[in-house]
């Protein structure tokens, strides 16, 4: 008889266990889901120290054929990506981008090639200022 009413109990628990988890799911997060979308949909002005460059491959040979690859990612203050940007890299000659701007997650990137061998500091400029992160490349035989 005892074992009975514990039964009863863990079933009582259980059910009311996951019609609250039912709730949750189906009433009150997609409110919060919408809400915050559709406040993180507007994107500011490029923030140059959240910006960034990434070196995707950064040693190469210094062949002119051999294939360094950067990417500039560009923010705003949110750490939001800015598009349709258009972006240049110093520092370095031999440079293809790969698009001529920044996509919808304010992503471009480049292909860089060299024959002198050494190692450079590359930036880039957007809007005629300079992202303050840097990459360096080094181009080798």
């Given amino acids: 008889m005892k074992n009975n009413k514990k039964l009863k109990l863990y079933s009582v628990i259980a059910v009311v266990f996951i019609f609250g988890f039912y709730y949750m ?7 919060y889901t919408v ?8 994107v500011g ?8 460059l990434i ?3 950064s040693l190469c040979k210094a062949d ?9 990612a560009l923010a705003d203050e949110n750490g939001l990506g800015v598009p349709d940007k258009v972006v240049k890299l110093l520092g370095v000659s031999g440079v293809k981008a790969l698009a001529t701007t920044s996509d919808k997650l304010g992503m471009i990137s480049y292909e860089v090639t060299s024959r002198v061998e050494g190692q450079f500091e590359v930036s880039a400029e957007v809007d005629g200022k300079i992202i303050e992160k840097k990459v360096v490349l080094t181009f080798r035989n």
């Avoid at 809400?35 to 507007?42: E, F, K, V």
């Avoid at 002005?45 to 960034?52: A, C, I, L, N, R």
């Avoid at 002119?64 to 500039?72: F, H, L, N």
Wanted: a positive charge; charged letters at 25%.
């Fill in 25 to 31: 799911a189906a009433k009150v997060l997609p409110q």
């Fill in 35 to 42: 809400n915050y979308m559709t406040r993180a949909t507007r």
């Fill in 64 to 72: 002119s054929v051999d294939v360094c690859k950067v990417t500039v």
């Fill in 45 to 52: 002005e490029v923030d140059y120290k959240q910006s960034t």
């Fill in 55 to 57: 070196g995707a491959k």
